[in-house]
């Protein structure tokens, strides 16, 4: 059995950009040396481009010998690299083949072993994988949807189906979330929980986003006109959407090109990023509540809230996380949280929006804490275009 194991050094752009090339070019040399030190006399150890090297271990008795070279180089690695009064602590990700089990020729071998690395990067780096032919089926896998999804848009694949949103206290309908949808021409519908974070980790995420936010713009100003009262309608924005800085540009633009209220419009950001951006957040935020539109903390309660912050944020609505509700009323750690937030945003002159609610239970709960609204399968399912207009057209409270 051989063994092939690439490695990446994590991180080495930065530490480039940070300290220089001529450390850059250091850390390499000593990278080479300590992996000489670490393999046998008759393995090999090949730097093939950047911060990747190859080492290929040859005659193992058994698969399971290589992890004592892997762990070795994982543990060691930790230790400080000294040079030109630099002390760097960094880490590295591996991945791992062996022939003839995964792979016959050198290409695919590299192939497989470089896949496994890169599964071992997104499991949090400073780790290693072993190669499995599912990492090159979902390898593939990928390449193919992300090819899909940039032409979603102008094959008219992508749509919106909307969620009626409640108010508990009297009933009535307040507003409409739009939930966006890929009709796949092949492969059927596809879960957003799948290509959403494929969109956001291509840069695919902002061109989507704007098709959002006009097509559920141009909805609402024919249901205003046609007198469909749906309240407000609710649209997610990504963090990459504001990150890029034009979120006010655009969402001028779409009032004005669709002839919307800017009072019928509300916007959801997501707590993580605003939360790790919030200075940058806050001055778009502050000029888009500016224009009369309503805005809301998606999530709330799974990220890293800054209380600090959150007193800050110019926003009108906290939405509880379906986490936190789907447990009601048997967990006590969900129904305390789910009290708490309704508590702190009420304090804050929020309104407190719970999302995922299924059943009577879960709305007297919340009802009774005094949250303001809900949504959920207990109300209506996420309806496409004429059965959400039936339902508004129908519905007189429960």
Known sequence: TYAVMFLDIDYFKMINDSFGHSVGDRLLQETAHRLLSYVREDDSVIRISGDEFVILMEDLNRPEDATVVVDKVITEFQKEFSFKNHHLKITASMGICFYPQDASEPAELLRNADTAMYRAKKD???????????????????????SSLRHAIEKEELYLNYQPQIDLRNKKIIGVEVLLRWNHPSIGIISPAKFIPLAEESGLITDIGEWVLNTACIQAKDWVDRGIEFGRIAVNVAGPQIKRGDLVKSVKANLEETGLPAGRLELEVTEGYIMQHADRAIEQLNEIKGLGVTLAIDDFGTGYSSLSY????????????????????????DMAISKAVIALGTSLGLTVIAEGVETQSQAIFLAEADCHEAQGYLYSRPLDKDAVERFLSDYNGM
């Open 124 to 146: 949090g780096r400073n780790t290693y994988q072993f190669y499995k032919k599912e990492m090159t089926t979902n390898a593939f896998e990928r390449i193919l949807l992300e």
């Open 310 to 333: 959150l007193k800050e944020l110019p926003i009108h609505k906290l939405k509880i996380d379906q986490s936190f509700v789907q447990d009601i009323p048997n967990d006590q750690n």
